[in-house]
């Protein structure tokens, strides 16, 4: 007869075996790890502290009484991340297809409730066909439980979603609705309604991968932010990606120690701009030299790449880096670019993590197809985010910084604190081509005049005195000396204190 405390043993383990040895065996087949596995990845060692273990579904209909998994198919806890406090929750595909119960999203949302008041991420890892479909409206229920979670924890705690498996219907909204998503190549998948549903509604033929694959939505929707090779690449990268998060919006950023000189000198960032205004050059150069040990945690790197964003540090402490990049469509702001950057400033500003902008823009995409699709609502996005934030912000312009977007990319006038320019720095309205072509159109025609008057205004404007002599730039640096300048400003804004005027929340350009 085993012993009581044997018998806990055993029902442990017959928990921790979810959908049994078959479906775990199919889960590997498919070359994704278990619920269980993928915790031991993304936790610290033996720090994983599971509740409710025992927990099983309440559904009666079709058969379900005769069919109690315990944990019903999610695996729910808390543990540390380089020994940093997560809760998580893991979606087991093992028990019922990780689908979610009254239960389930019970467990889910218990969770959510202890990261919010003790203030600590939530990390999710998801792997679920949706609502549980035997339990009706029960898991709807239980769905819109954890979607108005998702929404009281954001900008509370940082949430981040790892898709790692087929994921439909809530499986994909509650995600949605966190700070960051990644997914797996090949193997995870987000959309509303599967193909099937698909085929039935518009008689569209179209495979799970191209509906919703890692690549559907980290390049052409931006519904994901990063794709890894497999689930393990997924885990590690989550780990490193939580060390440069706060736990909270009142824990100030993490710090962590560097031996990186503060005051390091780049002279290669000398002869970064070429000599050409025409000629591109990769930004992320730039941004590598400038943050501790070139360490750049991008964030949608295949999504709009016109902009880049991500997280970096000086100094140790975390920053946020939003930079045109020149290589792709010449940096330009479009709709996309515009909304990604948006996201990204808010989650800086919701956080307290400082942004740093790079500046080298020649102004907003024109086109019918940018006007037509809303660039003047998407283009405010970001216009919007940059004004509202009151964290520390400095920008340095490299380059261009043409017309609206000189405005939008956290200038002076949108209460950037420390203003920086290359002496490369053209700042005007526009370039100088298009610019007098359109102020002396009379003498369009004569091309030497044109010339003249080209030079003239490139003379004029293509530098950045005009912008220092209005205070507009507060100084004019030495681009080796780009971190030293970065990382005294952030020192000295360290106690930035900023506070918007009151109100029940802004209603920025959705
Ligand atoms: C109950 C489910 C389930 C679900 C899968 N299973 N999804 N059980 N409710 N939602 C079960 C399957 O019956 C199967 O059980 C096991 O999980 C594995 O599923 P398979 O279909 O064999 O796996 P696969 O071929 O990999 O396909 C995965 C899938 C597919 C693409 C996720 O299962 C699927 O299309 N499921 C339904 C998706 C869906 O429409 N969900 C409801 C969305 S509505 P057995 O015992 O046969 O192995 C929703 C509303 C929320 O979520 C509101 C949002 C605003």
Known sequence: M???????????????????????????????????????ILLDEGSFEELDMFVEHNCIDFGMDASHIPGDGVVTGSGTVNGRLVFVFSQDFTVFGGSLSERHAQKICKIMDMALKVGAPVIGLNDSGGARIQEGVASLGGYAEVFQRNVLASGVVPQLSLIMGPCAGGAVYSPAMTDFIFMVKDSSYMFVTGPDVVKTVTNEVVSQEDLGGASAHTVKSGVADVAFENDVEALLAARDFIDFLPESNRSGVPERPTDDPW???????????????NI??????????????????????????????????????????????????????????????????????AFEIPIVTFVDVPGFLPGTAQEHNGIIKHGAKLLFAYAEATVPKITVITRKAYGGAYDVMASKHLRGDLNYAWPTAEIAVMGAKGAVEIIFRQEAKDPEKLAARTAEYEARFANPFVAASKGFIDEIIMPHSTRRRVALGLRKLRNKQLENPWKKHDNIPL
């Open 280 to 349: 591109p050059y990769d930004m992320h150069e730039l941004i590598q030299k400038t943050v501790d040990e070139g360490d750049f945690f991008e964030i949608q790197p295949a999504y709009a790449a016109n902009i880049i964003t991500g997280f970096g540090r000086i100094e140790g402490r975390t920053v946020g880096i939003v930079a045109n990049q020149p290589m792709v469509l010449a940096g330009v702001l479009d709709i996309a670019s515009s909304r990604k950057a948006a996201r990204f400033v808010r989650f800086c500003d």
């Open 263 to 277: 005051d390091r000198q780049e002279p290669s960032l000398d002869t970064l701009i070429p000599a050409s205004a």
């Open 2 to 40: 085993p012993t009581t405390l044997e018998k806990l043993d055993q029902r442990r383990a017959e928990a921790r075996l979810g959908g049994g040895q078959k479906r775990i065996d199919a889960q590997h087949a498919k070359g994704r790890l278990t619920a269980r596995e993928r915790l031991e």
